[in-house]
Nanobody, 125 residues
Framework: VQLQASGGGLVQERGSLTLSCTVSGLTFPFSSFSMGWFRQTPKKERDFVASISSTGRSTYYVESVRGRFNISRDNTQKTHYLRMDNLKPEDTAVYYC?????????????????WGKGTLVTVSS
């Protein structure tokens, strides 16, 4: 299973970015997997950011990004997205796209099945 993330970069405070993650190599339908994003800074472990259920009907966010970030998925493209608005310097991190065989993803990094390589998001003040 390969997860290819893109869309990271440098943005000014209060700016916006959209991350994309395309998944390939799944042995089961993309629509059966929950999708999500974690992030990591040098001083912290990988923390949950957002996830979307396999059906796409439910979304989950860490409190610090609720109302600013939006996760979505396109099953026909086997891609999911993280729209990030009103970015803050504390959002600076390496963002990892993830996929899980469970219909609803765990908030615990060690429980997630598949990880992509991270993409760096830097928010300048």
């Amino acid at each position: 299973v390969q997860l290819q993330a893109s869309g990271g970069g440098l943005v000014q405070e209060r700016g916006s970015l959209t991350l994309s993650c395309t998944v390939s190599g799944l042995t089961f339908p993309f629509s059966s997997f929950s999708m999500g994003w974690f992030r990591q800074t040098p001083k912290k472990e990988r923390d949950f950011v957002a996830s979307i259920s396999s059906t796409g009907r439910s979304t989950y966010y860490v409190e610090s990004v609720r109302g600013r970030f939006n996760i979505s998925r396109d099953n026909t493209q086997k891609t999911h997205y993280l729209r990030m608005d009103n970015l803050k310097p504390e959002d600076t991190a390496v963002y990892y796209c993830v996929a899980d065989r469970s219909p609803i993803m765990s908030y615990e990094a060690e429980a997630v099945d598949y990880w992509g390589k991270g993409t760096l998001v830097t928010v300048s003040s």
